[in-house]
Nanobody
């Protein structure tokens, strides 16, 4: 089992930046594909970005491509989401997810609020 704890959320003005971190503990982190999802009030949770267990393949939804960067440090059992040029539409609770085979684990989420 893997425990995931997000941090780094907060309030930022439009155009600003935040860096989210997800610290993992438990089973071998480096074997897990990792991702970030978000959920705004009244909406379903949506995929934002993902990174393979090797770190050499990344995926993004179109709305954040070119603004957000996902990365991981397997030596520190951590995954990051660098968010630049933030927009009010990015306001949501951001969740870290780890997946391997049929096993999926979620963090508790961190709030990101972007003011216009």
């Amino acid at each position: 089992q893997v425990q995931l704890v997000e941090s780094g959320g907060g309030l930022v003005q439009a155009g600003g930046s935040l860096r989210l971190s997800c610290a993992a503990s438990g089973r071998i982190f480096r074997d897990y594909h990792m991702g970030w999802f978000r959920q705004a009030p009244g909406t379903e949770r949506e995929f934002v970005a993902a990174i393979s267990w090797t770190g050499d393949t990344t995926y993004y939804i179109d709305s954040v491509n070119g603004r957000f960067t996902i990365s991981r440090d397997n030596a520190k059992d951590a995954v990051y989401l660098q968010m630049n040029s933030l927009e009010p539409e990015d306001t949501a609770v951001y969740y870290c997810r780890g997946a391997i085979s049929i096993y999926v684990y979620w963090g508790q989420g961190t709030q990101v609020t972007v003011s216009s």
